[in-house]
């Protein structure tokens, strides 16, 4: 059996920013990032260090909503790029295997 990739359209896209950008002033999104904590590698890196990551990219068909959102540090957040979340766990396991070695 094979998928074709949904086409993601430039629109969605941008109605899915504003929806993020809405997101932001939130108190759910205040609260998120006043732990200062990065989703992906658990360090504590201050609220202001903090970026909204969309955990399925929009690229990918993500949307932004509560459940596709995380706080990330900026480092997490431009090293996972558009990548789904497996493949970014991929990436992490090949790296700490690296580091094992």
């Known amino acids: 059996m094979h998928f074709e990739p949904e086409m993601i359209s430039e ?4 109605r899915e920013k504003e929806k993020a950008r809405q ?4 108190q759910w999104w205040i609260r998120k990032i006043n732990q200062g ?3 992906y590698c658990n360090q504590e890196v201050g609220k202001s260090n903090l970026t909204m990551d969309h955990v399925v990219p929009l690229s990918r068909g993500g949307k932004s ?3 596709n959102i995380v ?7 431009n090293k996972k790029k558009y990548l789904l979340p ?3 766990e991929e990436y992490l396991k090949a790296l700490s ?3 094992v070695h």
């Open 65 to 67: 909503t509560k459940g």
């Open 37 to 39: 904590v990065c989703y």
């Open 97 to 99: 295997d690296r580091e």
């Open 71 to 77: 706080a990330a540090c900026k480092e997490c957040n």
């Open 23 to 26: 997101l932001r002033k939130t």
């Open 86 to 88: 497996i493949e970014w």
């Open 11 to 14: 629109q969605d896209i941008r």
